[in-house]
């Protein structure tokens, strides 16, 4: 099993930048892909970002040129730099792990609210 634990949401005004992070705990050598997923009110939980664990990113359209996900594989930590924010990226996001021997089922974080103000 894994446990995720996120931190580095809250609240920012337009432009502005916020840096999330997630640390894992558990059976953290069966991880393959870490990512963030986001889910806004009234709306379905969507992918942000996924890093694989060769470090080969992946990103929604919607945040390419703004986002960049990383991760530390020695601390089993992924981060997400999340600049030039606007109202539509408020949302509660969420850390996800991954991996072949867990049949790639989704373990998931509590979720850290992220809210943008205009």
């Known amino acids: 099993q894994v446990q995720l634990v996120e931190s580095g949401g809250g609240l920012v005004q337009a432009g502005g930048s916020l840096r999330l992070s997630c640390a894992a705990s558990g059976s953290i050598f069966s991880i393959n892909v870490l990512g963030w997923y986001r889910q806004a009110p009234g709306k379905q939980r969507e992918l942000v970002a996924s890093i694989s664990d060769g470090g080969i990113p992946n990103y929604a359209d919607s945040v390419k040129g703004r986002f960049t996900i990383s991760r530390d594989n020695a601390k089993m930590m992924v981060f997400l730099q999340m600049n030039s924010l606007s109202p539509e990226d408020t949302a509660v996001y969420y850390c996800?792990?991954?991996?072949?021997?867990?049949?790639?089922?989704?373990?998931w974080g509590q979720g850290t609210q992220v809210t943008v103000s205009s």
């Open positions: 996800n792990a991954k991996g072949r021997s867990f049949g790639w089922r989704d373990f």
